[in-house]
Nanobody, 130 residues
Framework: QVQLVQSAGGLVQAGGSLRLSCAAS????????MGWFRQAPGKERAFVAA????????YYADSVKGRFTISRDNAKKMVYLQMNSLKPEDTAVYYC???????????????????????WGQGTQVTVSS
């Protein structure tokens, strides 16, 4: 069993920055890939970023590439999403997710799909004002 607990989000002005955190407990955190997704009002949940088990490989949605950075600290069992140059269209509920069924696999495009992940955080609201 894995529990994912996310930090609070927040309200930020366009062009600002925000860092989201996700704390994992349970199974060996360092064995599996992690991802971030988001769901904007009236839209389906969408992929944001993924990171492999070691932190050595990352993958981003085109919409956030160059602005967002995913990272992890395996010793602390934490995964982060640093969001810079935020835009109003980044407003959404953000979710972290864990893929614990495939330990030590490298990232593929499959990690951009929700069904690759089997544990989810509770979600946190990020609002970007114009």
């Amino acid at each position: 069993q894995v529990q994912l607990v996310q930090s609070a989000g927040g309200l930020v002005q366009a062009g600002g920055s925000l860092r989201l955190s996700c704390a994992a407990s349970g199974r060996t955190f360092s064995n599996y890939a992690m991802g971030w997704f988001r769901q904007a009002p009236g839209k389906e949940r969408a992929f944001v970023a993924a990171i492999n088990w070691s932190g050595g490989s990352t993958y981003y949605a085109d919409s956030v590439k160059g602005r967002f950075t995913i990272s992890r600290d395996n010793a602390k069992k934490m995964v982060y999403l640093q969001m810079n140059s935020l835009k109003p269209e980044d407003t959404a509920v953000y979710y972290c997710a864990a893929d614990t069924t495939r330990p030590f696999v490298e990232l593929t495009t499959a990690h951009s799909y929700e069904d690759q992940y089997n544990y989810w955080g509770q979600g946190t609201q990020v609002t970007v004002s114009s």
